[in-house]
């Protein structure tokens, strides 16, 4: 198979996405809270992380370091849970640590308590792999957490947006490719959506949100997209014209971005960056300061080589679908190895793939097993306990038998009514549920709704109360017990007629 030809399997039933697709295009991934949206960019992410390539993930909440259980990133951002802590001044190294280093990169603007702050971050570090992929031309994805913050539909675009804007709509002839994710696809700038070359509906409930899926998809989707089960998505793929349904795989991971219980947890092992890693950030940014705890890059702008810096004016200056404005100059200066591609033949290639899955400097069983050891040498941390949060009681209460007792029982009934409630809940969601469909499917006489001319059953959009509710709501948690009761009712009368 050719390396073009590359595929992932990313579904239970093992349907696979190309690779160089995935890599270069635009993608789209939404879905509310709990629907699976997170789970699947992160059995994307992994996918490529098994084929060795590298991936870049703005993460806004925190929700991707769990990805370093099984996979070595480097996770950079505003707080000492980070790797390394790192702001403005270290933009351009990060974007020269991910592209030319291939190293897979979690930036976690989450720890940032001034949103300026992270968003200048952000911005000038796309610039500079935007300007870099002009170079390098290398398939090369980043990911992106709550798109409508950034690319919002109305209020206009700042210099954030604007660079994301310029890199779905020229990034793929450079090999950058862009996915964007989002609860609500009505908040996001629809420049960018009806530009993606595929799209991950997960179940959405908001009439506003469906109304968009209804627009791209057609009328029946409006409905489709409001009754799929967690992990389950209405899948669009340009590459082969098809839109079909499909269950996604459950990430082996570990899931950071989960609801918080109230059980503690323990995190798990997380791997730490190796030792040959952080030699090379320090060529590259610098060593550490020695008055801080944190690794950091060395804030170098100063000694940075300005032959190799990014041109802001040639990110952000506006310009048509023709060629960018500078190229001609820049292109004189590429070194020899790095050449763009020759006339009639395609910039993204099989030999791209080949360059970010070969590890330019392997480090050697020695020095991985040092680096396993020695762990987080920065901070003094072990490997194995840098993240685990530990377990506190009270000496007293550990000693009471009757404490002990009391707690037991308090689980096990907090248990018994969560279980029954959200059996019950369960059961009306689904009654409520088969109404609508038996709805639909009575005479159109008899209901009054309309034929729907793109197919399927006769629908009209709210006059049958179908808004969407949670499957857990009180309202089919009270279908579900007026279920049970006027079950019961039927089943007394059987039994006192047949005695």
Known sequence: MAETDREIAVTRDDLTLPIIEILTGRGFITGKSGSGKSNTASVIAESLLDQNLPVFIIDTDGEYYGLKEQYELLHVGGDTECDVTVDVTHAEAIATLALEDNVPIILDVSGFLEE?????????????????????KKPFLVFVEE???????????????????????????????LCAMSQRPAAVDKDYITQCDWIVWHRLTWDNDTRV??????????DDVQELDDGQAILMTDWDERTRTVRFKKKSTFDAGATPGLDDFDRPDLKSVSDDLVDRLEQVGGGPDPDDGQRTLDESADSADPDDAADPEEVVAPDGDGAESGEANDDSAVPA????????????????????????????????????????????????????????????????????????????????????YRSVAELGWRVRKRGRRLYRALPARLTGARPNPYGGSPRRRGEYGHTGPDRYSTQNAAIGVLTIAVVLAILAAVGLAIA
């Open 147 to 177: 798109a409508h913050e950034f690319i919002p539909q109305q209020g206009g675009l700042d210099d954030l947006g604007q660079i994301l804007i310029r890199i779905a709509k020229r990034g793929r002839k450079r090999g950058l490719g």
């Open 116 to 136: 300026d702050r992270s968003r200048t971050l952000i911005t000038e570090t796309l610039k500079h792999l935007f300007s870099k992929e002009k170079r390098l």
């Open 213 to 222: 899926v209804e627009k791209i998809l057609g009328p029946p989707a409006g």
């Open 337 to 420: 190895d790095r050449a763009p591609p020759e006339p009639g033949h395609t910039a993204i290639s099989g030999d791209a793939l080949d360059d970010i899955t070969a590890d330019p400097t392997p480090a050697s069983p020695a020095e991985t097993s040092r680096s396993a050891a020695t762990g987080d040498r920065s901070t003094g941390r072990s490997r194995s306990g840098s993240r685990s949060r530990s377990r506190e009681f009270d000496p007293d209460d550990r000693d009471n038998l009757l404490w002990e007792l009391g707690q037991l029982v308090q689980f096990l009934v907090l248990s018994a009514a969560s279980v029954t």
